[in-house]
């Protein structure tokens, strides 16, 4: 079978990274195209990355030469989908005229997220929202698909088995997240080890607006609301990669610990049904340490060998007396690959798998 041709968009960056070591021997794609920004086109990715994973930078990569983050560039390559890990600033413009030229365009950056046909995909959560995808073919060649928040991703995963068993009327959040999460330069050493930083730029108002349309419904051409209260505090801590949340929630129905436990260990869907290569086993591992998860130790989580990394880990479900049917528990979700670019692959990969691409 010939592979799908691929290109990469801010190839380089923290998120662009783990594209390239999680592609290397894929199944069902090859790269074709590495992009950046102006400074870094012409030299060989192994001189403009400032490569920070402990697996070796893939050889075959390292040799490719750095193209212009447009079309024409990547169109030459030969690529036919192009993932997007640019800052958000250029990703709105870029990623429109890659789809207008026909590319498909799997993003990971904000700019499109909340557009009326876009959808904002977590292949396990809401598959059917690819539906949407059909009103944007009636206007450009190509289409986009968006992968949300690192933050919501783990938030989204642990509550779709909840949303649908029980109901859920009310959910809090207080995150601890990843320096990762902010890009290579993003926090600098001085301002945060001893430390954290209690704010980050627009995440609370993004994890409530993609959670809501996430676990809502797509009906008629339309996105609907999911009609949960949402509230959430976001803090930047001294962890390399993998945000913990505390999550707090009111269900519709009562429910005890050991029933949502239940819950998310048996939750499976369309990525599993489809035995997609970066599908983990299990979306969702609970874990019963009293101390477990943390992001040491549990970050990689998640079977076969290409889903590490995709799996959510949640450990510490138990009711909370203060709120009416009241359930609390911490979740893992490592940012850089379920929170970006493995859930893109894994967003590429359906697309394939039900034949869109
Ligand atoms: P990053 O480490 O700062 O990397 C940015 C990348 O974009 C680099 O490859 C850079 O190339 C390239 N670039 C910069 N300006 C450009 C331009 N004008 N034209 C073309 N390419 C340009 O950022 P990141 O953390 O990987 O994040 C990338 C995107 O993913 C952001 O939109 C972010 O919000 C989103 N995201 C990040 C995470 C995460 O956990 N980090 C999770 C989900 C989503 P040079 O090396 O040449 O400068």
């Not at 207008?100 to 598959?127: C, K, Q, W, Y």
Request: charged letters at 25%; hydrophobic letters at 40%.
């Amino acid at each position: 079978m010939a592979k799908i041709k691929i290109g990469i968009l801010g190839s380089t960056g923290s998120v662009g990274q783990r594209y390239v070591n999680m592609l290397r021997d894929h199944p069902w794609f090859e790269v074709v195209a590495l992009s950046a920004s102006e400074a870094s086109v012409g030299k060989k990715y192994r001189d403009a990355a400032k490569w920070v994973l402990d697996k070796e930078m893939p050889e075959e990569m390292a040799e490719m030469r750095i193209v212009k983050a447009i079309p024409h560039a990547i169109k030459a390559a030969g690529a036919e989908v192009v993932f997007s890990a640019l800052p958000s600033e250029v990703a709105r413009r870029t990623e429109l005229e890659m789809a207008e030229e026909g590319l498909f365009v799997v993003a990971d950056t904000s700019a499109h997220r909340m557009d009326p046909d876009v959808p904002l995909l977590i292949p396990e959560v809401n598959f059917e929202h690819l539906a949407a995808i059909e009103a944007q073919r009636k206007k450009r060649s190509g289409f986009i698909v968006t992968g949300p928040n690192c933050t919501t991703i783990g938030l989204a995963m642990t509550l779709k088995p909840i949303q649908t068993e029980f109901g859920l009327r009310r959910v809090l959040v207080s995150t601890m997240q990843a320096l990762s999460g902010a890009g290579f330069f993003g926090v600098p050493s001085m301002a945060i080890l001893d430390n954290l930083i209690p704010y980050i730029k627009n995440e609370e108002e993004k994890v409530a607006s993609e959670l809501l349309k996430i676990l809502g419904s797509f009906r008629d051409g339309c996105f609907e609301n999911a009609s949960i209260k949402i509230g959430a505090s976001c803090h930047r801590v001294c962890v390399l990669d993998g945000h913990t949340e505390a999550v707090f929630l009111e269900t519709e129905k009562a429910t005890s610990p050991d029933e949502v436990a239940k819950c998310m260990s048996d939750f499976s869907s369309e990525p599993q049904r489809l035995r997609l290569p970066s599908a983990p086993d299990h979306p969702i591992i609970v874990r019963n340490e009293p101390d477990r998860p943390q992001p040491r130790l549990d970050r990689l989580s998640g079977t076969p060998e290409r889903a590490k990394g995709m799996a959510t880990v949640v450990g510490r479900i138990r009711k909370e007396s203060a709120l009416d049917n009241g359930i609390k528990y911490v979740l893992l979700s490592h940012n850089t690959i379920r929170g970006a670019a493995g859930n893109a692959i894994l967003i590429a990969e359906c697309l394939k798998g039900k034949g869109i691409i």
